[in-house]
């Protein structure tokens, strides 16, 4: 399976951006997926998760009431809306998916994409 980011960029704080995850395989809608964010020197974390079927949501406290995760089944395609942004969401931003929602809201993940870039200025 391949994951395909997108939707990055540069924006002002306060802007906005929708960030969308493709999936290459058919099967997506069996997997939990989550976005995660690593910023330079520090660890990556997770941003938000959302199961198979989308009736289960995680959100990090950090950008909780400014992000939201969604998914297109049928397109195969996550989506994290992100609002009110703030120079600390500058980062590379990962999709990941996993069987498992238990492992995507712990961190991890079965197979990853390659990042988008997300660049915050004051």
């Known amino acids: 399976v391949r994951l395909l980011e997108s939707g990055g960029g540069s924006v002002q704080a306060g802007g906005s951006l929708t960030l969308s995850c493709t999936a290459s395989?058919?099967?997506?809608?069996?997997?939990?997926m989550g976005w995660f964010r690593q910023a330079p020197g520090k660890a990556r974390e997770v941003v938000a998760a959302?199961?198979?079927?989308?009736?289960?949501?995680f959100y990090a406290d950090s950008v909780n009431g400014r992000f939201t995760i969604s998914r297109d089944n049928g397109r195969g395609t996550l989506y994290l809306q992100m609002n009110a942004l703030k120079p600390e969401d500058t980062a590379t931003y990962f999709c990941?998916?996993?069987?498992?929602?238990?492992?995507?809201?712990?961190?991890?993940?079965?197979?990853w994409g390659r990042g988008t870039l997300v660049t915050v200025s004051s």
């Open positions: 959302i199961s198979n079927q989308a009736v289960s949501t």
């Open positions: 395989a058919g099967t997506f809608g069996i997997y939990a």
């Open positions: 990941a998916q996993s069987t498992t929602y238990a492992i995507i809201r712990a961190g991890g993940g079965e197979h």
